[in-house]
């Protein structure tokens, strides 16, 4: 039997991934997806799955899950082939131009191109410095909301001020017992204007109390969370104050892993520079989404899309020696 080599591998299955994966298949490249976790979706399905989506041109407004649904619905038309729980350690180029994806089990896959759409890469949630606060995790303390329904009814301090904080002081409303308490160590929170104001005209109904400029100190309970000791930095006071269930919503730590030492250019410590269709540095790879750079860049899901049609279309062109150019889906 001939080896079995695909069009174009995906290196990611976030929202940018799953798109690429249907142009790819909308132009009958054979597309295979290899994704590090064990479901697809990415990061919004790993950290908020729930959470409402506003910035997806065409939905008003969309929960992440449903978001992911729909993409995995469209990119699935054309029978992809998935990989998950799989990481490619290295990659080595054939003098036929062929990529061979080394994975971390040992195997060998080949390829014509590579999309790298591996968002910010690997995460790992920023952590409140406070001793002996991991001891709560599962029992009370939380870095992103999976599950509302698990919130229902329970008294809930989110820690952030950024627009993950402020999204779920509102998208808790219907849920927690009220007031949704948020704490920020800045009298100033950094997530968009309208997302503040909103919040702000919830405190002013008392179905929010905001705490500024407030840090958490120390935590406590009987087995479970109970309560946390807060401090207003600004006065030193300290007030206790009751909780069920601590959010902390401080940003993530990302790397980008193995994919560091594929000898790509970088734009930054996180991002692939890539010209304005795509390409890397490193002939037959493309990178699109978060994890791609170039000046101006704007980190959007809806950007990310437009990028995966970008390097879907020209991986095409490249593979079969022709101008790139699109197939609409109207024809």
């Known amino acids: 039997m001939g080896e079995h080599i695909v069009d174009i591998t995906i290196i990611g299955g976030g929202p940018t991934g799953l798109a690429a994966a249907y142009y790819g298949g909308h132009r009958d490249a054979s597309v295979r997806i290899v994704e590090s976790l064990e479901q697809l979706g990415g990061q919004v399905s790993a950290v908020y799955p729930e959470k409402h989506i506003f910035d997806v041109a065409g939905y008003p407004r969309v929960n992440g899950q449903e978001l992911i649904d729909l993409l995995t619905e469209q990119a699935m038309q054309y ?10 350690e290295a990659i080595t180029h054939r003098e036929d131009s062929v990529i061979e994806l080394h994975t971390a089990a040992g195997e060998t896959l080949l390829t014509r191109t590579m999309i790298i759409t591996a968002g910010h890469g690997a995460f790992n949630p920023r952590k409140l410095d406070l001793p002996d606060l991991a001891r709560w995790e599962g029992n009370g303390l939380h870095y992103f909301v999976r599950q509302k329904d698990a919130f229902a009814g329970k008294r809930v301090v989110l820690v952030g001020g950024g627009d993950s904080a402020l999204d779920w002081a509102m998208g808790l409303q219907d ?22 104001n909103a919040v702000r005209e919830l405190a002013d109904r008392g179905d929010v109390e905001i705490m500024v400029p407030c840090e958490v100190r120390a935590a406590a309970g009987n087995g479970r969370l109970e309560s946390i000791t807060v401090e207003n930095t600004a006065t030193g006071e300290l007030s206790e104050v009751g909780c069920d269930e601590l959010v902390t919503l401080l940003g993530f730590v990302s790397h980008l892993g193995p994919i560091a030492n594929w000898g790509l250019e970088f734009e930054n410590k996180r991002q692939i520079r890539v010209n304005q269709i795509g390409e890397t540095n ?6 699109a989404g978060d994890v791609a750079g170039f000046e101006g860049k704007i980190t959007l899901i809806t950007v990310g899309f437009s990028e995966a049609a970008l390097a879907a279309n020209h991986a095409v062109a490249r593979i079969r020696g022709e101008k790139a150019q699109p197939k609409y889906s109207t024809e």
Do not use: D, M, W
């Not at 490193?282 to 990178?287: E, F, L, S």
């Open 79 to 88: 029978e992809p082939e998935v990989r998950l729980g799989e990481v490619i």
């Open 282 to 287: 490193v002939p037959g790879i493309y990178a």
């Open 175 to 196: 849920t927690a017992a009220l007031p949704i308490r948020l704490i920020h160590r800045r009298e100033r929170f950094r997530g968009l204007e309208s997302s503040v």
